[in-house]
């Protein structure tokens, strides 16, 4: 069974530029939840999608969106790049309230 | 709101000894509780849950937890660590019920040698 699988690994950008990290859920799982990892600040919850919806959503500016699509893809977007985005980015998914299962992570690196 | 104290950020252990890391969390709701590990450039893999039910919880690679209601603690503990364990090991917290979000303590960091 194919695991969560996050598009591209790794990533640099530029200042101002926009970036869309892509999250292939497990088979069957409906809930996507996208997190953010920093030395600084540590692991963040980002925002989580269920059947398309935005359920829940975290502490960040509006510059961090996503979306889900009816195969229970994600896509998160993040639009004019600033140097403390860089990090990493985990994607997680559940089937139920069984624990969340998490993707490699997208490592993005802003310049 | 929940929050998690990871009391150590580092904990240096030889090969074959025993070791324990400690979580403490705090919320107003009943709670679920996760540890997860992660390796060098990797994501966050599940070692163990506590959902409901019996207080010590087993999970993968040897590891134990127990969940500790009066003390809001969930201590993770293994009786004899490998050179293979040394990695970072993240303690979370949601409210139960339903798809919540994790919240995560600052990490431990496992340093076995041989």
């Known amino acids: 069974k194919a695991g969560v699988t996050q598009t591209p690994r790794y990533l640099i950008k530029t200042r101002g530029q926009q970036v869309t990290l892509s999250c292939s859920p497990i088979?069957?799982?409906?809930?996507v939840s996208w997190y953010q990892q920093t030395p600084g600040q540590g692991l963040q919850f980002l925002f989580e999608y269920f059947s398309e919806t935005q359920r829940n959503k975290g502490n960040f500016p509006g510059r961090f969106s996503g979306r889900q699509f009816s195969n229970s893809r994600s896509e998160m977007n993040v639009s004019t790049l600033e140097l403390g985005d860089s990090a990493l980015y985990l994607c997680a998914s559940s089937l139920e309230q069984n624990g969340y299962t998490f993707g490699s992570g997208t490592r993005l690196t802003v310049v | 709101a929940q929050s998690v104290t990871q009391l150590d950020s580092q904990v240096p252990v030889f090969e074959e000894a025993p070791v324990e890391l400690r979580c403490n969390y705090s919320s107003s709701v009943s709670v679920y509780l996760f540890w997860y590990v992660q390796y060098p450039n990797q994501g966050l893999q599940l070692l163990l849950k506590y959902l409901s039910g019996s207080t010590l919880v087993k999970g993968i690679n040897g590891f134990e937890a127990e969940f500790n209601k009066s003390q809001t603690s969930f201590h993770l503990r293994k009786p004899s660590v490998h050179i293979s364990d040394t990695a970072e090991y993240f303690c979370?917290?949601?409210?139960?019920?339903?798809?919540?979000?994790?919240?995560f303590g600052t990490g431990t960091r496992l340093l076995v040698s041989p």
């Open positions: 088979s069957g799982h409906r809930s």
């Open positions: 979370a917290v949601s409210e139960s019920g339903g798809f919540q979000k994790l919240v």
